[in-house]
């Protein structure tokens, strides 16, 4: 064996496909560790905007909900929460879906998935924001 193959971190069949890496995998990684901090402070200002409108009447809840800090706020919780899961259903895909064909339909179904929700929570939140 050569020292080329010996210092090599690829398995066998690696080398033969010249399959490296997709490149991806540290910056998915990371973007959950960072959206999980995040999710962490966003997730109890949020609970506790909720918790303080309970027993209120429905035009305080929407003046509440509509007014900046607090929609700004519950924007960032959901868009990060929505990234957030979108990372994760593609990693659960990425390794558990075995045909190429179709771990490539379910990434695209989970993106058009997530950016569909996405938008749905942006509307409501500037919907309460200025109505």
Same mark, same amino acid.
């Given at each position: 064996?050569? !020292? &080329?193959?010996? @210092?090599?971190?690829?398995?066998?069949? *690696?080398?033969?496909?010249?399959? %490296?890496?997709?490149?991806? *995998?540290? &910056?998915?990684? +990371?973007?959950?560790? =960072?959206?999980?901090?995040?999710?962490?402070?966003? @997730?109890?200002?949020?609970?506790? /905007?909720?918790?303080?409108?309970?027993?209120? !009447?429905?035009?305080?809840?929407?003046?509440?909900?509509?007014?900046?800090?607090?929609?700004?706020?519950?924007?960032?919780?959901?868009?990060?929460?929505?990234?957030?899961?979108?990372?994760?259903?593609?990693?659960?895909?990425? !390794?558990? $879906?075995?045909?190429?064909?179709? &771990?490539? +339909?379910?990434?695209?179904?989970?993106?058009?998935?997530?950016?569909?929700? %996405?938008?749905?929570? /942006?509307?409501? =939140?500037?919907?309460?924001?200025? $109505?």
């Amino acid at each position: 064996m050569n !020292d &080329k193959s010996s @210092s090599s971190m690829r398995t066998p069949m *690696g080398q033969v496909r010249h399959l %490296g890496s997709a490149k991806t *995998g540290t &910056k998915n990684a +990371w973007h959950m560790r =960072v959206t999980s901090i995040a999710l962490l402070p966003l @997730s109890i200002i949020f609970v506790a /905007i909720i918790l303080s409108l309970i027993g209120k !009447d429905f035009n305080t809840v929407r003046a509440t909900l509509g007014s900046p800090l607090p929609a700004i706020l519950t924007l960032l919780f959901l868009l990060a929460g929505i990234y957030h899961m979108m990372l994760g259903m593609k990693e659960i895909i990425e !390794d558990y $879906v075995h045909g190429e064909l179709a &771990k490539t +339909w379910l990434v695209m179904l989970n993106m058009f998935f997530a950016a569909a929700i %996405g938008l749905a929570c /942006i509307y409501a =939140v500037l919907r309460l924001s200025f $109505v």
